[in-house]
């Protein structure tokens, strides 16, 4: 799987034309027909979405283009999850977040436990993003707990993407640098900055 942007024509022209590296040798991707129909629910709809497969010739690795305001294995979109993490970041517990969200309880917890498990490690990803972006961003203070740390890191890294990039959903920018796994317990690397 790899975190594409949200524009499909542009995406389409990009892979057609190479233009999109493969995560293992970089060679560009092409074209290898459609994933399947998921449904992406966002904040104010949902949206019946298929994804786009591509193919590696020289590692024939195949990879699904997943649109950067989406994570991988989540049904909800990234500015969902998001809005669930700041609202228990600012002290709403899971059940009223549920409810103002409309997702089921178990749901949300899930999401709160991912991140909450790895704030730390996210909270340093997204501060070394910070200072790729911006090298004199001054640090945060540490706040009232590793996660509130985590979400405001992320805060952080998307003012200073729109201050130098123009605007981005921060949450896209989140799904992006961390090629979508915001939430996933995974042993392998995050995105770098270059
Ligand atoms: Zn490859």
New binding site residues.
Partial sequence: MLIVGTDEAAVEADLTRGRI???????G?RPWGHGVDREVRLLARSEQRCFRRSI??????THVLIPEDTLVRRRHGAEVIGAALTAKAKGAGHRRIAKDLGVAPSTVRGWLRAFAARAVLLREHFVRWTHAMDPGHDDLSPGSSDFCDAVDAIGVLGIVAVRRFGPRPPWSLASFVTGGRLLCNTSSPFRQPV
Avoid at 21 to 27: A, S
Avoid at 56 to 61: D, E, I, L, T, Y
């Fill in positions: 590296g493969c995560p293992n040798c970089n060679v991707l590696c010739r020289p590692c024939q690795a």
